[in-house]
């Protein structure tokens, strides 16, 4: 309508009678033809008067997005920069009208809970009352949570187990004391403070002039020290080497301690000699053994004499002791100056040892003393012998409580000899008898050897001595002129004659003529007879029973009987060295079940006995044997009497 | 008089001689032995005329510097009987008359 344009033309026509009439008014000739067509124009009161080539003017009007209305120039203060900004973006927006609207969304929360609401009215208004509470407790049950829907997992993780732990430390140790307090005792042992104090005043006087010799034992004191370190290494040395050589040879010590032979029950009568230990030195290596014997206190302990036999090989001599527990090595060394050819270790005090040499002396030994001389020789003392000496027995101590041992020797005297003071004096026991073969005006010169003597273990002053020619003369200390008894035992030397340790009445001998005799001393024959092959070299009767002895040839063999089981025959007869090597001594230790045996070679080897050899009479049901040497005499006799 | 006159002297004498301590019997190591009669000593020096407070300050003493649990007893004329800890025993006498025995035994 308000576009211009020349619409009506036939507008205009109707118009143009309007128009007529306002001209005046300055408006669009459209306008004013509509203006013009039904109304007649009014003009209200405070209307603009404008001139018609006013009205006519085209005023254009832009549409803008901007609101005419909002502030274009707000200011803001800015406490950043402490002035005031003017604000660039000012709101354009003017709402014209605003109207809250009541739809809800019916998916949304509220529309939903609002639908609820509606059904439950709905619901509430329609039915009646009791109905209305069932339902509404029907829904209230079906609302509430079962208690069987519920899950539970419960795991528990392993608890160790408790342990009870307690201790105890130990409490410090305590003492008692006790004592008095009295003003006399405190008195008095003021007065001893005293005392002592001047004592110590006059001493501190008297020692500042000894100043000098002070010093002078102040230095022997530390030298002394100074090898008592050394010696005190030396003990602990020892124990180590000792157990070194346990740990060596410890298969050896034990068998010696606890092997028996189990076979031997199955070998009937017969028994075997185990081999243990070997002993030997090397600077004996030429020499051979000649003499042994056990300590008697100290049952490992045994001396061995070395020297020779032969006539032609007279070189040095040796005199060693051994113990069972260092085989490797002896514990005393003595270096003779002639060969060793019997020794014996005194009964009571086993540190002095009697030694007889092939040059005549006799020496004795104290193992005690650190010296490697004897404490007594017979060498610068008259009456020594003029030949070997072939046995030496100690004696009892005699009236003056002197010690004293008896020789033999190849000069066919049987000497006593004293140890007085610092010297050997000696005392001639008697004389061997000579044989009848050499002329009466030889008596003199050719003496007749004795090769073996031997005590009685009961009563001392009988003895026996064996002699080259194999007579065995009974003699006492008493008789100095004659011997009681002579027996005709062997063709040839004697070797050794041995009283028995239980029985009084008998004794062995044993000599180069292959044989081995046992006597009774009340006759003159022999009661056993035992032939060995070889020249018998030594025979020893066991300590342990009265029936029991073993004898060593020079083949090499031990030769173990026991009469008690067998009368004819060994129980063992056993090689124990290697070939062409001959036994020259055996010896039974006193305690224990060994035999050490001596050869050519310097080497002496221990042997057990096994326990066919050491079989004690058995015992009968009901009846208590007695225990002891009588028992040992009771066998014995019984043997012999059968024999009578 | 001239007597009486010694007698005092003599008194006198034993007094000044006799008054130092001296240990009777004790198996303590050596510094703890000094310690222990130095501090003997003191006390009771510092409680002339009352024992028990001596013994209380010498007690109370020990049981600090080495340890639970000390005994102390002072006196003239006492016979006793205690067991204790080995090397924690000390018996003196002091003053010419005054016998002091301290001992742990816990």
């Known amino acids: 309508m308000s576009v211009p344009h020349k619409v009506g033309s036939v507008k205009s026509k109707q118009v143009s009678s309007f128009v007529m009439q306002d001209e005046e008014e300055g408006l669009d000739t459209a306008e004013g033809e509509e203006w013009m067509q039904g109304k007649t124009l009014v003009k209200p009161p405070d209307q603009l008067d404008l001139t018609e080539a006013e009205l006519n003017e085209e005023i254009t009007r832009v549409l803008k997005a901007s609101n005419p209305n909002a502030p274009q120039n707000v200011v803001r203060y800015s406490f950043k920069e402490g002035c005031y900004k003017p604000i660039v973006f000012v709101d354009q927006m003017a709402i014209h009208f605003e109207l809250e609207g009541n739809l809800v969304h019916k998916d949304s929360d509220e529309g939903r809970r609002l639908m609820a609401k509606q059904a439950e009215v709905d619901d509430g208004g329609g039915d009646e009352r009791p109905d209305n509470v069932a339902i509404k407790a029907g829904k209230r049950e079906q609302k509430l949570t079962n208690q069987f829907n519920f899950n539970e997992r419960a795991s528990q993780t392993l608890n160790n187990a408790p342990r009870d732990i307690s201790c105890q430390t130990e409490p410090p140790p305590r003492a008692n004391f006790s004592a008095t307090a009295n003003q006399w005792e405190i008195y008095d042992f003021y007065v001893?403070?005293?005392?002592?104090?001047?004592?110590?005043?006059?001493?501190?006087?008297?020692?500042?002039?000894?100043?000098?010799?002070?010093?002078?034992?102040?230095?022997?004191?530390?030298?002394?020290?100074?090898?008592?370190?050394?010696?005190?290494?030396?003990?602990?040395?020892?124990?180590?080497?000792?157990?070194?050589?346990?740990?060596?040879?410890?298969?050896?010590?034990?068998?010696?301690?606890y092997f028996e032979d189990a076979s031997d029950e199955f070998r009937g009568e017969k028994g075997t000699l185990l081999p243990l230990w070997t002993?030997?030195?090397?600077?004996?290596?030429?020499?051979?053994?000649?003499?042994?014997?056990?300590?008697?206190?100290?049952?490992?302990?045994?001396?061995?004499?070395?020297?020779?036999?032969?006539?032609?090989?007279?070189?040095?001599?040796?005199?060693?002791?051994?113990?069972?527990?260092?085989?490797?090595?002896?514990?005393?060394?003595?270096?003779?100056?002639?060969?060793?050819?019997?020794?014996?270790?005194?009964?009571?005090?086993?540190?002095?040892?009697?030694?007889?040499?092939?040059?005549?002396?006799?020496?004795?030994y104290n193992l005690k003393k650190k010296t490697d001389q004897p404490i007594y020789n017979s060498r610068a003392s008259s009456g020594k012998h003029t030949s070997a000496v072939m046995q030496?027995?100690?004696?009892?101590?005699?009236?003056?409580?002197?010690?004293?041992?008896?020789?033999?020797?190849?000069?066919?005297?049987?000497?006593?000899?004293?140890?007085?003071?610092?010297?050997?004096?000696?005392?001639?026991?008697?004389?061997?008898?000579?044989?009848?073969?050499?002329?009466?005006?030889?008596?003199?010169?050719?003496?007749?050897?004795?090769?073996?003597?031997?005590?009685?273990?009961?009563?001392?002053?009988?003895?026996?001595?064996?002699?080259?020619?194999?007579?065995i003369h009974k003699g006492s200390k008493y008789y100095s002129s004659k011997f009681l008894e002579k027996y005709d035992a062997h063709f040839m030397n004697v070797t050794r004659v041995r009283w028995n340790p239980f029985h009084p009445d008998v004794f062995i001998s044993c000599g180069w003529d292959w044989m081995v005799k046992i006597w009774d001393q009340t006759m003159k024959s022999p009661v056993f007879t035992f032939e060995l092959k070889t020249s018998v070299t030594d025979v020893a009767w066991a300590p342990y029973s009265s029936t029991v002895f073993a004898a060593v040839t020079t083949d090499g063999k031990v030769h173990v009987f026991d009469l008690n089981i067998n009368k004819y025959e060994a129980l063992c007869q056993q090689k124990v060295v290697s070939k062409k090597?001959?036994?020259?001594?055996?010896?039974?230790?006193?305690?224990?079940?060994?035999?050490?045996?001596?050869d050519d070679r310097g080497h002496v080897t221990s042997l057990k006995l096994s326990p066919n050899l050491r079989k004690k009479p058995k015992e009968k049901k009901g009846q208590d044997l007695p225990k002891g040497p009588e028992v040992e005499i009771a066998k014995m006799e019984q043997l012999l009497s059968s024999l009578r | 008089m001239a007597e009486t006159g010694d007698g005092k002297k003599e008194d006198a004498d034993y007094k000044r001689l006799q008054s130092f301590p001296l240990i009777r019997h004790t198996d303590m190591p050596e510094e703890m032995r000094v310690e222990t009669m130095e501090l003997c000593v003191t006390a009771c020096e510092k409680f002339a005329s009352n024992n028990e407070s001596a013994a209380k300050m010498i007690k109370e003493s020990m049981d600090k510097k080495f340890g639970s649990s000390w005994h102390v007893v002072i006196g003239e004329g006492f016979g006793f009987e205690v067991s204790h800890e080995v090397r924690n025993l000390l018996y003196m006498f002091f003053g010419g008359s005054l016998a002091v025995c301290v001992w742990k035994c816990s």
């Open chain 1, 192 to 257: 001893e403070e005293l005392q002592r104090r001047e004592k110590s005043k006059e001493k501190h006087e008297g020692q500042f002039l000894n100043k000098e010799e002070d010093k002078s034992k102040k230095k022997m004191i530390q030298a002394e020290t100074q090898n008592d370190d050394i010696s005190q290494l030396a003990k602990v040395v020892k124990i180590i080497e000792r157990m070194v050589n346990q740990n060596i040879f410890d298969d050896v010590a034990q068998d010696f301690m």
């Open chain 1, 279 to 364: 002993f030997q030195y090397d600077k004996a290596k030429s020499l051979s053994v000649t003499a042994l014997c056990w300590n008697h206190k100290y049952n490992d302990l045994f001396a061995v004499g070395l020297g020779s036999h032969e006539f032609t090989q007279q070189g040095g001599g040796m005199l060693l002791f051994y113990t069972l527990k260092n085989p490797s090595y002896p514990e005393f060394i003595f270096n003779t100056a002639s060969g060793v050819m019997c020794l014996d270790i005194h009964e009571h005090l086993s540190y002095l040892v009697a030694v007889g040499l092939y040059d005549g002396c006799v020496a004795v």
């Open chain 1, 392 to 471: 030496v027995k100690w004696q009892k101590d005699d009236l003056d409580s002197n010690h004293n041992f008896i020789s033999v020797s190849a000069d066919g005297r049987v000497v006593s000899w004293t140890l007085v003071k610092h010297e050997l004096v000696f005392t001639d026991i008697i004389k061997l008898p000579v044989i009848d073969t050499i002329p009466d005006d030889l008596n003199d010169v050719i003496p007749t050897v004795g090769t073996s003597l031997d005590f009685h273990k009961q009563k001392d002053y009988s003895f026996l001595v064996g002699t080259e020619h194999g007579k």
């Open chain 1, 581 to 598: 090597t001959k036994l020259f001594n055996i010896e039974f230790n006193p305690v224990h079940p060994i035999i050490i045996v001596g």
